[in-house]
């Protein structure tokens, strides 16, 4: 971690509802190029993400797990969002 | 029964019947306003982080993506309209129907030839009944509009964008919707408004100024904004649906509750005809049987 003890503002939202958001240690999911994990003071990215798991690693440890169908994410300032058209 | 009377009272029934269809139909739709509105905050999260992203990418990066350039000669026009399925609405259907004849007429003025799209029934029959040829006609989710709905419309326009309009006889240079937009229970606005070629708009939270960040692309900036866009259109459109179906039910809930009230004057001035009839009748029998008696016991103090 560049930054220590840094977390990343998590937001997992779909057209229809904010699905998760809040503080998370780690997120990884997979994009058109593979699979990409996203730890705090990560550079500011783009990536399309294909159907696929979306995993989040929230302050406590514990792990969510949301099954996305195609979306986005985007990387800035340790901010996550996470962009898709229907999750569960 | 007098005849005046029974008229009265027939029509006060039929009023009073009227009255709680209406008044029934304004409850509804003041509680669908309540989920409508709702469903247009769930559906905030989601536009404003893409229109973050949209932003931050049109901002960062230089590329030229067909969906953001404007075409230099523009031939043809698609304007969405959103409409309702169903009417009992007041003015609601028609404002947007005409809002849409106004830009039409603007788009004309340009030298653009128009293709409409239709949501809504009201809409497609206005249309229909016209004899017009219409581009595209979703009917049937006017109420509750979901995602898909509006991904399908916006599937149906990107399709017609990124054909050639200078070729092809369905392509278009420029898409305007037009709906209406929700202020608040009482105000509702119809808009009409271009999204392709694209105008970014800005979200209440501005990005942040300072050192911009250099995006990494993943695969390319190209690649994500082919992803990117047809999303944001079709948030838009979805965004536009939903606020469309919020003002919908609350023109429906105005027009119901001045029926309602209508209804109430209607009965209320029909109850005082009615008792001036039925005082009518009843005065007029009194002075019958008292003509009645008088005739008697005259006839009957002539022979003693």
Do not use: C
């Not at chain 2, 999260?45 to 969906?67: C, G, I, K």
């Not at chain 2, 340009?110 to 006609?137: C, E, H, I, M, S």
């Not at chain 2, 369905?170 to 392709?196: C, V, W």
């Not at chain 2, 250099?214 to 939903?242: G, K, S, T």
């Amino acid at each position: 971690m560049a930054e220590g003890g840094a977390l990343l503002g998590v937001e997992l939202v779909t057209p229809e509802a904010r699905v998760w958001s809040g503080q998370a240690k780690m997120v990884s999911a997979r994009t058109v190029e593979g699979d990409l994990g996203v730890l705090p003071g990560h550079a500011p990215l783009f990536g399309v993400l294909v159907d696929g798991k979306v995993s989040i690693k929230d302050i406590d440890g514990t792990v969510t797990e949301f099954e996305v169908h195609g979306g986005f994410l985007s990387v800035s300032n340790n901010r996550v969002s996470i962009l898709t058209e229907s999750a569960n | 029964m007098g005849a005046q009377l029974r008229v009265y009272r027939r029509r006060m029934r039929s009023v009073k019947a009227t009255k709680k269809i209406t008044k029934a139909m304004e409850l509804i739709s003041a509680s669908r306003i309540v989920k409508a509105q709702q469903k247009v905050w769930a559906s905030t999260p989601y536009a404003n982080e893409l229109t973050r992203a949209v932003s931050a990418l049109a901002t960062y990066s230089s590329t030229d993506h067909p969906l953001t350039t404007a075409e230099e000669d523009p031939q043809r026009a698609a304007v969405l309209i959103i409409s309702a399925d169903r009417g009992m609405a007041g003015a609601y259907s028609n404002n947007a129907i005409k809002e849409g004849e106004q830009l039409a007429t603007l788009l004309r003025e340009r030298g653009l030839q128009v293709r409409p799209y239709l949501v809504g029934r009201k809409a497609v029959n206005y249309y229909k009944f016209r004899n017009r040829d219409v581009a595209g006609t979703w009917t049937g989710f006017s109420d509750s509009p979901t995602y898909e709905d509006a991904k399908e419309v916006a599937d149906a326009l990107i399709k017609a964008f990124l054909a050639d309009a200078s070729s092809e006889d369905f392509g278009i240079d420029e898409i305007h919707i037009i709906y209406t937009e929700f202020q608040s229970m009482m105000t509702q606005n119809p808009l009409a408004k271009r999204m392709l070629p694209l105008e970014v708009v800005e979200t209440d939270a501005p990005i942040p100024t300072g050192l911009l960040p250099m995006y990494e692309f993943e695969p390319d900036a190209n690649r994500v904004l082919d992803a990117l866009l047809p999303r944001y259109i079709a948030a838009r459109i979805f965004n536009a649906m939903l606020q469309s179906a919020a003002s919908e039910h609350a023109a429906r809930r105005r027009a119901m509750k001045s029926a309602t009230d209508n209804a109430d004057d209607l009965i209320k001035s029909l109850t005082r005809l009615a008792n001036a009839a039925r005082q009518a009748e009843i005065t007029q029998e009194i002075s019958e049987i008292v003509g009645g008696a008088d005739a008697l016991a005259s006839a009957s103090a002539g022979s003693e």
